[in-house]
């Protein structure tokens, strides 16, 4: 019997964070819109996917530095481990210092509001968050222009495949459209 292999990638994985928190900002959007009705679920869901994809981003770009360095302990690293995944990989806050302090990025032109999202997936996924909507949606706002800025400057150039680059940049161009849309609703707020 032929073995039935499963396999998703890393891009695949970011792209797939992407899709989920266009589709979740779309369908806010789309009720506040429709009906006037601010969907918390929908935000909810678009901060986890958002903030998954900032760090999925943040471990491709040490991945392409070395794939040690997306190890939490990089003493640990071995590369039969990489290979099949199993390991725990670096968090969030560690993969960015790592970013400053190995590949030399300025964390602070792509990391300021992304880190602030993240605390809030935090919240939604360990306990509970309680914080003002405005100041949520603005946080999501910058933290797509943050990923934008990120992607562009420190992402794609790794990139070797077109059609993958090609997904990126039109998941990019939608959550870009899906911003201006949540400006929108801030303003009438």
């Known amino acids: 019997m032929k073995e039935n292999i499963f396999e998703i990638p890393l891009l695949n994985n970011i792209s797939d964070t992407f899709s989920t928190t266009v589709g979740e900002l779309q369908l806010y959007l789309d009720l506040f819109h429709d009906e006037n009705m601010h969907d ?8 986890i996917s958002l903030s998954n994809c900032m760090e999925l981003l943040v471990k491709y770009r040490l991945l392409v530095e070395h794939w040690e360095f997306i190890f939490d302990d990089i003493n640990k690293a071995k590369e039969c481990n990489f290979e099949t995944g199993d390991f725990i990989s670096v968090n969030f806050n560690r993969g960015i210092e790592r970013l400053k302090n190995i590949c030399n990025i300025d ?3 792509y990391f300021i509001y992304s880190r602030e999202l993240h605390k809030y997936r935090n919240k939604l996924v360990h306990f509970t968050l309680n914080d003002n909507l405005n100041s949520i949606l603005s946080n999501i706002i910058s933290s797509i222009e943050e990923a934008h800025n990120f992607i562009f400057n420190e992402i794609i150039i790794y990139i070797e495949n077109y059609e993958a680059v090609k997904d990126i940049k039109n998941d990019l161009n939608e959550l870009l459209d899906i911003k201006n849309g949540l400006r929108f609703i801030l303003s009438s707020m």
Do not use: G, R, T
Request: proline residues 0%.
């Open 107 to 109: 964390v602070d032109k």
């Open 40 to 47: 918390l679920y929908s935000i909810k869901q678009a901060i």
